[in-house]
């Protein structure tokens, strides 16, 4: 197995779009290593290969190890990793992004740093959310208050379309089989949520903690993102899940199956990056990325707001150097 250093950078041409990535897949009590451009899981049973470049989220269950050169491999692949417990999901590394291109992160910035664009971005994920309602002039205490009475709602339709006795949101960090069955199922399908979103964010190159309507965390965009589908996939999906009572008390893993499978139906991650451009870009910017998103385009900022190029000596006119970096 060649090293890290000499095999060569896989250009963004070369790694699987994020919205035609797995969306997560979830291991326990293995050893992960690496073969060529695949990750392995060896268990008692065998040894299973994974393509890595196919992966959206890993996540890593109880009982599992994995080698230096396997997060290398989904590192170059631009795969998240999640270690996960029984009592919910823990993020602790991410991959690089599939594109070279600092443009979402910088409107993301541009977005982030103006208050009155942020309030639009925030208005504009309440209309994703709920598209019956026109947030157009809610502050932002009238948006927060709108989301909390859609979100109960929410909960309440789902009780009665599943049959499902709701006693209301109960969660203690720390104590995940401290609430009932459907409590259990909302908490693992926002967790896996969370993950599945940061993979996404992060794929796409945007600040994981800048976010529109959370704000002070590390994972303040993620949160933004993940909460998108709560109403939509999430909170229906844990309903089902609490109602199909087939004997098996394992509440996590059953919601995590679904999840996968839900996602997949919906084409979820192809709607969570379109979602996250249309949200940050400008009306107008065309989906694809730039032609030359596989190429190393550094440029320098001067004045007047004007952009240079880099690897050039700016020291007078005819005294310019190219540089080799």
């Known amino acids: 197995m060649s090293t890290v250093s000499q095999r060569p950078a896989l250009t963004p041409r070369q790694l699987t779009r994020a919205s ?36 959206g989220t890993l996540l890593l269950g109880p009982g599992t190890r994995i080698t230096h050169q396997a997060m290398s491999v989904l590192a170059e692949s631009g795969a998240a990793v999640c270690w996960v417990g029984e009592r919910g999901v823990r993020y602790y590394a991410s991959g690089r ?31 994703i959310r709920f598209p019956d309602e026109d947030p157009a002039g809610l502050t932002r205490q009238e948006l927060l208050g709108g989301e909390g009475r859609r979100v109960k709602d929410c909960y309440r339709a789902q009780a009665a379309r599943t049959g499902v006795p709701w006693r209301g949101r109960r969660y203690t960090p720390g104590d995940f089989a401290g609430g009932d ?36 965390h590390e994972l303040s965009f993620v949160m933004d993102i993940a909460d998108l589908y709560k109403t939509d996939v999430g909170i229906p999906l844990a309903f089902d899940v609490a109602a199909d009572d087939d004997g098996d ?10 999840l996968r499978d839900r996602i997949h139906e919906t084409s979820l991650l192809d709607r969570c990056v379109n979602d996250i451009k249309r949200l ?39 005294d310019y150097e190219r540089v080799r970096w």
């Open 20 to 55: 035609e990535r797995l969306s997560f897949i979830y291991l326990e009590r293995c050893t992960i290593h690496r073969d060529a451009n695949a990750i392995t899981a060896q268990d008692a049973e065998g040894t299973t290969h994974i393509p890595s470049a196919t992966i």
């Open 97 to 127: 992004a599939l594109s070279r291109s600092s443009a979402l992160a910088e409107a993301q910035a541009r977005q982030w740093a103006n208050p009155r664009n942020r309030l639009a971005v925030a208005r504009a994920m309440y209309r």
């Open 181 to 216: 069955a459907v409590n259990q199922a909302i908490t693992a399908a926002a967790q896996c949520m969370y993950g599945i979103a940061h993979a996404v964010v992060t794929s796409l190159g945007c600040s994981p903690g800048l976010g529109f309507i959370h704000s002070g």
């Open 249 to 258: 008390t394992d509440i996590g893993g059953r919601t995590r199956r679904a």
């Open 280 to 318: 940050l870009l400008p009306a107008g910017t065309p989906d694809d990325e730039p032609a030359n998103n596989d190429k190393d385009v550094v440029m320098l900022q001067s004045d007047g707001n004007q952009q240079v190029a880099a690897g050039i000596n700016h020291d007078g006119p005819g």
